[in-house]
């Protein structure tokens, strides 16, 4: 396992240190329980917006804890939700009266863990809403199973409910709002090497020199399908494919395309996939109004990427463009 | 020894037994749920026992009860992912079941019965989804079953071993409904599921400690 | 070879194009020659900016153009210096009449085509000064040899004297700036696996999978050294060390420090990293006062990172803090 | 052919053959240069030599001065990195040289001559600092001695494409002290120098072409 690392069972609060002693000016750091909180968290008469999941992601979610976008992340081992009590922790610490939403992947793991922290900070008298982010359509959905995996649409959603919140938005209209911009969006996604969890110390799958595992999660799971190696172009219609038929998108759709590099793919390929993606969209009709390329929500140092579509109205592409200032994405401040 | 009443000393030589395979197992456990999750199941089984024994070894609780608290609220508390919830209901509800007065093999056998119900309606999976339930349940079964038949403490968990291991053998050839390996839709089919093998080495450390 | 591409021949020009159509409200791209311009260059009475060198150190160095850092960056071929008609076209591009900074990093290709090209647009009635940046400690300086690399004080240098151009400051004052800035700076780095060059299909090197290479250039090049896989702690050590006893960085000094990853190296390392490195300083009584985590000067997708220090004063606080609005570096703006 | 006057036409030969060389030898170099560069002189050298035969055959330049002059600025714009200036002012330096009145072996052996001295010029390289010039000055030194002897252009040619593979082989214990290979330091001694390499290539290439 070629990691810089020192024991791997301190990996994330070593990395947290870190990342607290980088970022002073924007969050604290909690370290046990383990959460990122904004610098001036609570804010009096403001939704709290929590978010969280295993580590491994970054920057999500950690690297989105800041003005107009997330109050607090809870971080988890890496690839493992993290747990109730350390989420009752941090809602408590966002909490400036007007509620806290929680932003779940939807993972049985993030889940089960969330409905848990949920109970308990209501029990301590704290407003909670729960959104399922699932957007990833290379999951088949279905009532009887697990449902599809949050992936993508979770990055923006946290930034456009997040400029929302700061607006001062109340919880349900906050709520709603994160609900619309997951049923909007959709993300598939693709590993061309797989990544290496450091307490198992050795790749979760291996794939041959000329394959690649298509319809991957984020969690370095295995995908739907492997298939031989394929030029970029294939690639992004294999990918952009789906996602355009699955909500449908329609000629005359505004869209934010977001191409996100899984942890180890550099940015020379991410913006040719991007260059792609464009034309395949200007084939369909569809336009780009907004976009973002670069590795946002990541599997360690897997190579690959993934390719996210959200439908905009105006709301949306105000509430995007408003200021952001995290470690990860900034703009406007 | 005897089928009288159960110990909070053999519940915690059970634990400590079961925590001992998990670090054991903790490789086999992660390859399994490499293949068909996300690698890191005997990581968080072992990280979770660890402080299971931790907490039960710096100030052993009086009871059955107390003692499972413990032992749910560690694995909550440490785990993370599904199977710190589910494991921890299990023991939670494991121990709401147990009372404070004792425990025989009946006993234990409802307390079973009652963390699995619990595991179920947490994770709100059927047989055949392709988890820790079809391990647990068919084991959950057979206890009761055998000491209905009047079987000693000792063979219904060697019989309740069994059938969470046939259980837990049985997922092979299941396509995952439930959790992550449901992601992988028909290709799940063909690997035996993380959960139901750890669930199926429960049961096992549980014959083990009250057998002969 | 396992990326994202089409014919390994158009890796850099098919990137170039998404990344133009990314960025549109910040730059524009030229074909060909190949540059990446301010979208409102040139800007009259300004000195101008430019940078450039191999492709493949995404996103340096057109990441950085825009207000406040590069007004044009001239991408060459992966690893491989851009050409003097190619830099005379970008240097007219952005001469607002007060004259155009070259900075180049010392290597023999770079400086052999950075100066044709002064000669040339010289010529042309343009003022051009160039600086070199050389800051690898890795390498020993020798009149006698081609000197030292240059590393990672050159995004430093480009966000200061950016910022310094901005201001209105003078060609000499610029310039007089980024020797300073080149001056108080020192980088060294290592690699954890070696990159793959599109166009020659294999990895540069191999490496065991318990070996590591210290003292790495960014252009896949075999390092100083081939040593045994360790610790972050003592990667850093490795690292650091010889940066802080080169300039020598003292007790006292106040500092920012670069923790760079080189591609294919996940935040959660980078960060990880940054902790160490921030213990160590600690100890030595050197304050950091500004850091920048994150993979800003790349080697493809190479696993790996450097560590830049550059000693500070108020002045260049005062020019790294300033607005800056590039699609790789953003704040204020 | 004779030693007398040198045609365009076998001028443009030799740049063919050269670059043919270069698109055969294209991975070697390249490997030479993995391992002490970065990995792309072949790839350089071929997309460099490849824009020449385009420009060449696009509209073939009417004397050897012109001719050059293509060579070297289709080199300076599509090469890059250090071997697209110095081969650039390699050719270039030979057509300065060449003049316009038509080239015999001695003005040939001069042109080289020149190039070279405009390469040592711009890279700053002296003998043994393992650059193309430890294969270029041997070969230029070479011809003219072996002309001065009275040897035919052929054999001076011949002559000189040895020295230049000597000279090139010459360069695998060396220390670098010129271009990237001069920061591996004492790591880059045992590696044949990718310049030199196909310095040698061009020299052979004109042995080749005006042999016999
Ligand atoms: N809904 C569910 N009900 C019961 N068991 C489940 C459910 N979802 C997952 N599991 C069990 O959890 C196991 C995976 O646990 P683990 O790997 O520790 O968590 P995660 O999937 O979050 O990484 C699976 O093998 C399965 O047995
Ligand atoms: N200063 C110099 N003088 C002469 N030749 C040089 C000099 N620097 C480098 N070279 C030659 O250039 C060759 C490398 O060319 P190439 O790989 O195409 O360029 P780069 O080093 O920019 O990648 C070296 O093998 C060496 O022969
Ligand atoms: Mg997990
Ligand atoms: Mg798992
Ligand atoms: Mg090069
Ligand atoms: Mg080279």
Known sequence: ?333 | MSDGAITVEEVVAWLRDFAAVMAQEKDALTALDAAIGDGDHGINMDRGMRAVMERVDAATPADVPALMKTVGMALISKVGGAAGPLYGTLFLQFGSAAGPDGLTPDGWAACLAAGVAGVRARGKAELEDKTMVDALQPAADAVGAALGEGASFADALARGADAAEEGARATIPLVARKGRASYLGERSAGHQDPGATSSAHLVRCAARTWAA
């Not at chain 1, 693709?190 to 110390?201: F, K, R």
């Not at chain 1, 799958?205 to 999660?217: A, D, K, R």
């Not at chain 1, 492997?226 to 699955?246: C, N, Q, T, Y």
């Not at chain 1, 996100?260 to 009709?285: A, F, H, S, W």
Request: with cysteine; glycine share 12%; aromatic share 4%.
């Open chain 1, 1 to 333: 396992m070629k990691k810089l690392i020192n024991d791997p069972a301190d990996v994330v609060a070593e990395s947290l240190r870190g990342f607290a002693a980088a970022h002073a000016d924007l969050v604290r750091v909690n370290a046990d329980p383990a959460y990122v909180v904004r610098a001036d968290a609570p804010v009096s008469g403001k939704v709290g917006i929590l978010s969280g999941g295993g580590s491994g992601h970054e920057p999500m979610h950690g690297g989105f804890v800041g003005r107009g976008m997330l109050d607090v992340a809870c971080p988890g081992e890496v690839f493992t939700s993290p747990t109730p009590d350390q989420m009752l922790e941090a809602t408590k610490a966002v909490d400036g009266g007007a509620g806290v939403l929680h932003i779940v992947k939807n993972y049985t793991g993030d889940i089960l863990n969330f409905e848990m922290a949920a109970d308990l900070a209501r029990e301590e008298g704290i407003e909670v809403e729960a959104v399922i982010t699932n957007d990833d359509v290379a999951v088949q959905d279905s009532l009887y199973t697990a449902g599809r995996r949050g992936v993508g649409v979770t990055v923006l959603a946290e930034k456009i409910v997040g400029a929302a919140a700061e607006e001062g938005k109340d919880l349900a209209a906050v709520a709603e709002l994160c609900r619309r911009v997951n049923a909007e969006g959709r993300t598939m996604g693709m590993a061309l090497t797989s990544c290496t969890v450091p307490a198992a110390g050795k790749p979760t799958f291996e794939l041959g020199e000329s394959e690649m595992e298509i319809g991957i999660g984020i969690h370095g799971e295995p995908g739907r399908e492997r298939v031989p190696l394929a030029s970029a172009k294939e690639i992004v219609e294999r990918l952009a494919g789906p996602v355009i038929d699955d909500l449908p998108f329609a000629s005359g759709d505004r869209v934010l395309a977001f191409v996100n590099g899984m942890g180890g793919t550099p940015q020379i390929e991410l913006y040719l996939v991007y260059n792609e993606l464009k034309q395949l969209l200007d084939g369909r009709g569809i336009t780009i109004e907004r976009n973002l390329v670069g590795s946002y929500i990541t599997s360690l140092e897997m190579a690959g990427c993934s390719i996210t579509l959200l439908r905009l109205d105006d709301e949306l592409i105000r509430l995007w463009d408003a200021p952001v200032l995290t470690a990860g994405l900034r703009w406007g401040a």
